[in-house]
């Protein structure tokens, strides 16, 4: 144990060099982030305060209505944590460089077991933090409770982050010693898909609301002086794994359910140890099998015919042709190779298909001022698909440039220009996730009643949309190039991902509002065709700068 | 092109901020020529390289590839020219012939020739066994194979090669010598940077020595012996005499 302490703590001293040797340009970058992250936390917590306040104006289904809401958000966050864990997990605990170095010195496997799941826990966890803490805050300030809820509410909460972490590093190490050689990308992917698809199901069985629930939840009888919606929560989430944990800070918040307070604290108590003794020990054993395999499957060479390696193809490219044409498939042929990146396109992908399912279930025709109502649901769908946009941005186009890394030499030492780089990327990224996006928001579209007609609108501003954040984020990504940075993840972290994440974000957020402006004019019968060429200015506006910067600036591009 | 050099560097200067890493170098490579770069760590042998093939630009001077300026005319200069880096990185979700057929793509060939170009070049070196697979599973010595061989996909008439034989096993390192002077014979000009002396002694017609960024001595085996004194030394021998180790 000491040991993993010890390397964590060399790894965050050489995180934080930064501060001690107070470089000027990265204290304010990560002073950028701060900001940006507070930002984020703050807005979440008036949204969170905002809608508990709302609850309160009913008063019969208030209690119901803020129980489904802990109950939902804890089961949601818990499916995310685990499938996000099991995700990062098996590229964190089987594939990390530095395993050929440690598993070369004496460090003990059961020290590199705790180091990895405690390592994929800080780098999971985070997001929870995120989202759970500003939840936390505005139900003990709507419910007006002294600082006791918050402590508690926080160790209840902490309990459940480790309960998710325990639980994924077992799937993880089940996973990767089911996998044998850990080799196998159609066994990955179908792992990834099968946990991805299992989580949809169960969430949207028991997450998102049908209308029956909503009726059920707004139902004035009781039991014993409990809502009757209470006991038809307990049992329709009674075994869900998160269950105990909503119990018990339903019951901190509002003191409904008080007589059982102490039974969900001691299941939650116990859910917590059960997992962590899990994960020690069958855990351990079958990460302890699997690294061996997994190692030996990088490092060693072994005789040919001995095991499947995977093949490519006899001709190249395939499915384009000329220069940009196969570097395009060359960039898709190493997303689709790699399970790791693939898992993570999925799980976006996931969270936006669950945001559309939500969409779905809104029941839209028992909402009165109907044009207000859809035209702010299409507005909101606009930010939250520019929000995953930005994400999925920093995190696959930003990098583009740079991920050419080490290998650069061949693309700059060809006869092809940048400028035929740049397209290639741009192409790429643009059509790729518009097509993603569209047809994922296609079916809650359609669902909100905008009609075929204000459908190809709403494609048009997706388009628009698309296409500046590729451009905003490819272009910063060239102006900040590191060929030696391999990490993705790590890429977007210097000023150029500041930058991006900001202009994106502020872009999104005023998309947003001239689409609603648009779309609650176009559904009261005018064709407001000038709040669409406000996007169109606004995106030529933010896009045009960066692209011309870059492009000058790749003309002075060295390659390491 | 004049009196038939095909590769110059004219008074190349490279500045990595204050430090200077290369200094108002200028060499000529003729057609027919294998030209070796040799000196110490940090002599900056891989910077003069990389301004070759146009990975660096020049703080100063020019580099010019059949006739043509690298810095202006980049695109154009460029399929004159093969490279083959220090460390052979290379994509690793591709297999070796998918890589191959991308360069390929990259210089133009088209696709019919370009088949039967890599079916050639297979025969080079003995990779065919592993030719399809990842080459996230070649050892080092095989990425240094690939790369070589698609530097000569494209028929180049000038080669830059950074350690040639550098992880190749003693077998494919003798093909390579081969192969260069082969290349050399048929007319095509090498620019190669090693600190295998012996090796460049047996395939150079002339060497550099450079040391802080400056060439400090240039000519044939012989000129070089002449210059030092010593008859019948060998290259390493002149080596450590110019390098003042001697």
Request: one cysteine or more; glycine letters at 10%; a positive charge.
């Amino acid at each position: 144990m000491r040991l993993v302490l010890r390397l964590l703590a060399w790894r965050a001293r050489a995180a934080s060099a930064f501060v001690r040797e107070r470089e000027v340009a990265k204290l304010v970058v990560a002073g950028g982030f701060a900001l940006l992250f507070g930002l984020v936390v703050t807005g979440e917590y008036l949204f969170f305060v905002r809608a508990f306040r709302a609850v309160l104006q009913f008063p019969v289904a208030a209690p119901a209505l803020t129980l489904y809401a802990l109950e939902g958000f804890l089961a949601l966050v818990f499916v995310l944590a685990v499938v996000s864990f099991v995700v990062t997990g098996s590229a964190v605990f089987f594939r990390a460089r530095e395993n050929r170095l440690l598993l070369t010195t004496p460090l003990p496997l059961r020290a590199l077991f705790l180091l990895r799941a405690v390592e994929t826990a800080l780098l999971t966890s985070w997001s929870f933090g995120v989202l759970a803490l500003p939840a936390l805050l505005a139900l003990g300030s709507v419910w007006e409770r002294r600082a006791g809820f918050y402590l508690a509410g926080l160790a209840l909460l902490g309990g459940f982050v480790l309960f998710a972490a325990a639980l994924g590093t077992l799937i993880t190490a089940a996973t990767a010693a089911a996998l044998g050689h850990f080799r196998s990308r159609a066994g990955i992917v179908a792992v990834g898909g099968g946990l991805l698809a299992l989580a949809a199901a169960l969430l949207g069985r028991f997450v998102i609301p049908t209308q029956a629930d909503l009726y059920a939840l707004f139902q004035p009888g009781s039991l014993n002086g409990t809502p009757a919606a209470i006991y038809f929560l307990e049992a329709k989430f009674t075994y869900w794994p998160s269950h105990p944990f909503a119990s018990a800070l339903f019951g901190m918040a509002t003191g409904g359910l008080a007589h059982r307070l102490p039974g969900a604290l001691t299941v939650s108590l116990g859910l917590v140890l059960g997992a962590c003794l899990l994960a020690a020990w069958p855990g351990r054993a079958l990460f302890t099998r699997a690294i061996r395999e997994a190692a030996e499957g990088v490092v060693v060479a072994r005789p040919e015919g001995e095991v499947a390696t995977p093949r490519g193809r006899a001709v190249f490219p395939v499915l384009l042709r000329g220069p940009v044409g196969a570097l395009l498939e060359k960039d898709l042929l190493g997303f689709l190779r790699n399970p790791q990146e693939v898992g993570r396109g999925l799980f976006l992908a996931f969270l936006l298909v669950l945001y559309t399912v939500f969409l779905f279930r809104i029941p839209t025709r028992e909402i009165q001022s109907a044009e207000e109502v859809v035209a702010r649901l299409v507005a909101f769908t606009l930010v939250a698909t520019g929000y995953f946009l930005t994400t999925f941005a920093l995190r696959f186009v930003f990098p583009a440039i740079s991920l050419e890394g080490r290998m650069a030499w061949v693309v700059f030492s060809s006869p092809l220009s940048f400028a035929h780089l740049l397209l290639a990327k741009f192409t790429l990224y643009t059509l790729g996730l518009f097509g993603v996006m569209e047809v994922l928001s296609l079916v809650g579209l359609l669902r909100l009643g905008v009609g075929l007609h204000g459908f190809v609108w709403w494609s048009l501003l997706l388009f628009l949309m698309t296409l500046t954040v590729v451009s905003v984020a490819l272009a910063l990504g060239t102006l900040w190039p590191n060929f030696r940075e391999e990490n993705a993840e790590a890429l977007a972290t210097n000023a150029g991902g500041l930058l991006t994440s900001a202009l994106c974000l502020g872009y999104v957020g005023l998309v947003g509002w001239l689409g609603y402006r648009f779309f609650l004019g176009l559904l009261g019968g005018e064709r407001p065709l000038g709040w669409v060429a406000a996007v169109a200015g606004l995106s030529l506006l933010v896009a045009a700068g960066p692209l011309w910067r870059a492009r000058r600036a790749a003309a002075a591009f060295e390659v390491v | 092109m004049r009196d038939g050099l095909v590769l110059r560097l004219d008074r190349l200067t490279k500045r990595f901020g204050p430090l200077v890493a290369v200094d108002d170098l200028s060499i000529a490579v003729r057609a027919g020529e294998i030209y070796g770069l040799i000196g110490p760590n940090g002599s900056g042998k891989t910077t003069t390289v990389k301004m070759a093939v146009g990975l660096y630009r020049p703080t100063s001077g020019r580099v010019e590839v059949a006739g043509v300026d690298l810095v202006a005319e980049p695109e154009r200069a460029k399929r004159a020219l093969g490279y083959v880096p220090d460390e052979p990185f290379v994509y690793d979700k591709l297999s070796g012939r998918e890589f191959l057929h991308l360069v390929g793509e990259l210089y133009g060939i088209p696709r019919a020739a370009r088949g039967v170009r890599i079916e050639r070049l297979l025969g080079l070196f003995p990779i065919t066994e592993v030719i399809d697979g990842f080459m996230e599973r070649y050892s080092r010595g095989n990425k240094q194979k690939l790369t070589i061989l698609a530097s000569l996909l494209h028929e180049p008439r000038v080669l830059v090669i950074d350690e040639p034989i550098v992880g190749l096993d003693p077998e494919s390192a003798i093909k390579t010598r081969e192969l260069l002077l082969a290349f050399a014979r048929d007319g095509g000009t090498v620019l190669l940077s090693t600190h295998t002396l012996a090796f460049a002694e047996s395939v150079c017609h002339r060497v550099g020595l450079l040391e802080a960024g400056r060439l400090v001595q240039e000519g044939d085996l012989e000129t070089l012996r002449r210059i030092a004194g010593l008859p019948g030394a060998s290259l390493e021998a002149l080596y450590l005499h110019f390098a003042g180790r001697g």
